[in-house]
């Protein structure tokens, strides 16, 4: 059974950083991309990285230039480090992976910024 179980969000200040964690069991672990996803009331959720098995990176939208997505294969885990956050980062994150064309998600973490 395909299990994620995101940690590491909370409330930082305008400008501040956050790292979030993504634990996935019940996968080979380093033969699956993993992204990252967030969403805020009444929106569609949306993608904010993708980290494939060569530790390519794709960044969207605001995350470019201030995320950073990472993988430790060793811990199954996949990072999302967050830097500069502004309030409109303010949204639970996500984690994802696609199993033979089946999606999972963690049950996510929220973030908000504010000061």
């Known amino acids: 059974q395909v299990q994620l179980v995101e940690s590491g969000g909370g409330l930082v200040q305008p400008g501040g950083s956050l790292r979030l964690s993504c634990a996935a069991s019940g996968i080979l672990f380093s033969s699956y991309a993993m992204r990252w996803y967030r969403q805020t009331p009444g929106k569609e959720r949306e993608l904010v990285a993708g980290?494939?098995?060569?530790?390519?990176?794709n960044y969207f939208g605001s995350a470019k230039g201030r995320f950073t997505v990472s993988r430790d294969d060793a811990v199954n885990t996949v990072y999302l480090q967050m830097n500069n956050l502004m309030p409109e980062d303010t949204a639970v994150y996500y984690c994802n992976v696609l199993v033979r064309w089946v999606e999972y998600w963690g049950q996510g973490t929220q973030v908000t910024v504010s000061s």
């Open positions: 980290l494939t098995t060569g530790d390519i990176a």
